[in-house]
Nanobody
């Protein structure tokens, strides 16, 4: 059974940093694309970053490029999202997701084959 559990959210001031963690189990990283998504209050969920566990390809949303970094630790079955230079508009619930690379490189919103964590709240205060 695939399970994803996020942690590391919290309250941070503008310009600060946080590292989100996603503990993954039930699948091999090299068979899955793993991504981070977020949903701000009153807005739709959006993709932030993803990594193809098979070939290492990484993608970022334009809004977080050069500020966020995604990484995986195969030995610990962990996925991380390092977030620097945080802005108020980064405030959201952040979700970890995984989907087999058989279907696509990165998890897709609305895909029946994607697995999701429960989310962790990040609040950036000004």
């Amino acid at each position: 059974e695939v399970q994803l559990v996020e942690s590391g959210g919290g309250l941070v001031q503008v310009g600060g940093s946080l590292r989100l963690s996603c503990a993954a189990s039930g699948f091999r990283f090299d068979d899955y694309g793993i991504g981070w998504f977020r949903q701000a209050p009153g807005k739709e969920r959006e993709g932030v970053s993803c990594i193809n566990g098979r070939d290492g390809t990484i993608n970022y949303a334009d809004s977080v490029k050069s500020r966020f970094t995604i990484a995986i630790d195969n030995a610990k079955n962990m996925v991380y999202l390092q977030m620097n230079s945080l802005k108020p508009e980064d405030t959201a619930v952040y979700y970890c997701a995984a989907e087999s690379v058989f279907y696509r490189n990165c998890p897709r919103l609305g895909s029946e084959n994607a697995y999701w964590g429960q989310g962790t709240l990040v609040t950036v205060s000004s």
